[in-house]
Antibody, heavy 116, light 113 residues
Framework: EVQLVQSGAEVKKPGESLKISCKGS????????IGWVRQMPGKGLEWMGI????????KYSPSFQGQVTISADKSISTAYLQWSSLKASDTAMYYC?????????WGQGTLVTVSS | DVVMTQSPLSLPVTLGQPASISCRSS???????????LNWFQQRPGQSPRRLIY???NRDSGVPDRFSGSGSGTDFTLKISRVEAEDVGVYYC??????????FGPGTKVDIK
């Protein structure tokens, strides 16, 4: 069974750094792109970027380029989304999703709250 | 970037009645490989999105056959033949032909009258 399991909810202060994770199982992790999608409170879905764990090829939406970093550790089938300096406007639910054109499996989401 | 639009943005429906959501893209979604990467997702309250339809008209495993997708080029439709209570939620179309970036429609909120 394909599963994407994300790390737990986080509460951070503005300016702090954060790295959240997404662990894949039940399929060949290195053979599928893993993307990240943001959903701000009460809003729609925004695609942030994507990584191919097989060769770490990474692509970003222009809206998120330079704001976040996507990485992966194929040895433990895990993808990451990280911030070096969080802002209040980063408060949102973040989903990892398998595939680029397909988006067939989604993680359960990681809620990130940034508040002073 | 490809802009995705949906209509209506809010859709109150009567149980047992049909419902239809339109999705339009700012350019053709036909890929050079011949496929059209237009997917539909359902997001029930408090849940992660779930894919219902892929490549315009293919239903995912476990998706009831009251859901159907159609369309081509830049115009696409999701239909629910008879709405049930469990269909309440927000529906998004998404294009995966011209990426990066993948782009989603704004969502259509379906609720019961």
């Amino acid at each position: 069974e394909v599963q994407l399991v994300q790390s737990g909810a986080e509460v951070k202060k503005p300016g702090e750094s954060l790295k959240i994770s997404c662990k894949g199982s039940g399929y060949s992790f290195t053979s599928y792109w893993i993307g990240w999608v943001r959903q701000m409170p009460g809003k729609g879905l925004e695609w942030m970027g994507i990584i191919y764990p097989g060769d770490s090829n990474t692509k970003y939406s222009p809206s998120f380029q330079g704001q976040v970093t996507i990485s992966a550790d194929k040895s433990i089938s895990t993808a990451y989304l990280q911030w070096s300096s969080l802002k209040a406007s980063d408060t949102a639910m973040y989903y990892c999703v398998r595939g680029a054109s397909t988006n067939d499996y989604w993680g359960q989401g990681t809620l990130v709250t940034v508040s002073s | 970037d490809v802009v995705m639009t949906q209509s209506p943005l809010s859709l109150p429906v009567t149980l047992g009645q049909p419902a239809s959501i339109s999705c339009r893209s700012s350019q053709s979604l036909v890929h050079s490989d011949g496929n059209t990467y237009l997917n539909w997702f359902q997001q029930r309250p408090g849940q992660s999105p779930r894919r219902l339809i892929y490549k315009v008209s293919n239903r995912d495993s476990g998706v009831p056959d009251r859901f159907s997708g159609s369309g081509s080029g830049t115009d696409f439709t999701l239909k629910i033949s008879r709405v049930e209570a469990e269909d309440v939620g927000v529906y998004y179309c998404m294009q995966g032909t011209h990426w990066p970036p993948v782009t989603f429609g704004p969502g259509t909120k379906v609720d019961i009258k």
